[in-house]
């Protein structure tokens, strides 16, 4: 062989699994001087033709995840009567793998790169949701998949935060007398807009817990309930100019509301 390998990565996807194997079997050999050539989306003969071709000229090897059960054995056959190693790495492992599952596989190229697009998206979200929670910046309502508004400790910011997850982007907006809504709220879709209602003495419990919890006395106004019952006539007043929908999140586990929400948001957007 060369005094520095060649490898061929063939692949009916972007050809990174391939890669990565092959450059941790080279790291064993030669110091880990290598040349690696990926040849992406593989899916004729042609270029199987064109890659054995390559590897022949230069005594290279062939490393391959093509799904396609004819493709993946035309590529072992002419390797083989062109004498060149062509390292499977796919079919023994699907191959074992329906054995044990007793089912065919979705033979479906690029599987693992589309996973890695949820990730990202999923990790995009959560960063949303954190530089768009309870108000910071107004810019972000109108790049939101979903804007919820609510009084204080009516859980803006873990919805905000376990919907990030289902890779919805959303911003949360604090409601409160003194403070003007941002002007983006009225300019959105309303649609994409939820209120989290509460019971006055509900949210009156929560305060009160909240402050022994900073050491404080439960008597602040914060928890008075004359206060409570200020906000959530403000609050009622702004979701009904809105025009928005309006959920009571009073005896409600975050994931309940959640699931609420994803339901009001999947029937919203198949109407949008």
Excluded: W
């Excluded at 911003?171 to 709220?185: K, Y």
């Excluded at 404080?216 to 206060?227: E, F, K, P, S, V």
């Excluded at 906000?231 to 999140?249: P, S």
């Amino acid at each position: 062989m060369c005094a520095r390998p060649i490898a061929y990565v063939l692949s009916d996807s972007v050809g990174e699994t391939a890669e990565l194997v092959i450059k941790a079997g080279l790291s064993q050999y030669n110091n880990g001087e290598y040349k690696i050539q990926r040849i992406p989306y593989v899916e004729d003969k042609e270029t199987v033709d064109d890659a054995i071709i390559l590897a022949k000229e230069n005594e290279g090897l062939i490393g391959f995840t093509i799904v396609d059960a004819e493709l993946r054995q035309y590529v072992n056959e002419q390797a083989a009567i062109a004498g060149i190693e062509a390292i499977d790495f796919m079919g023994p492992m699907m191959q074992a793998m329906e054995k044990v599952f007793g089912t065919k596989p979705r033979m479906e190229p690029g599987l693992v790169h589309k996973l890695d697009e949820e990730y990202f998206k999923k990790v995009e979200a959560i960063e949303f949701a954190v530089k768009y929670d309870d108000g910071r910046d107004p810019r972000g309502i109108s790049r939101a998949d979903i804007i919820l508004l609510g009084v204080s400790r009516t859980s803006k910011t873990p919805l905000s935060q376990y919907l990030a997850l289902k890779r919805l982007k959303v911003a949360n907006v604090p409601i409160l007398p003194e403070v003007e809504p941002p002007e983006e709220l009225f300019m959105v879709d309303p649609r994409k807009c939820i209120g989290l209602q509460i019971s006055p003495e509900k949210l009156n419990d929560i305060r009160k817990e909240r402050l022994k919890s900073l050491g404080l006395g439960d008597q602040a106004t914060y928890a008075n309930l004359q206060r409570i019952h200020q906000e959530l006539t403000y609050f009622n007043k702004i979701v009904e100019k809105i025009g928005c929908t309006v959920i009571d999140v009073s005896n409600k586990a975050v994931e309940e509301t959640a699931n609420v929400i994803l339901q009001a948001y999947h029937k919203n957007t198949n109407r949008m």
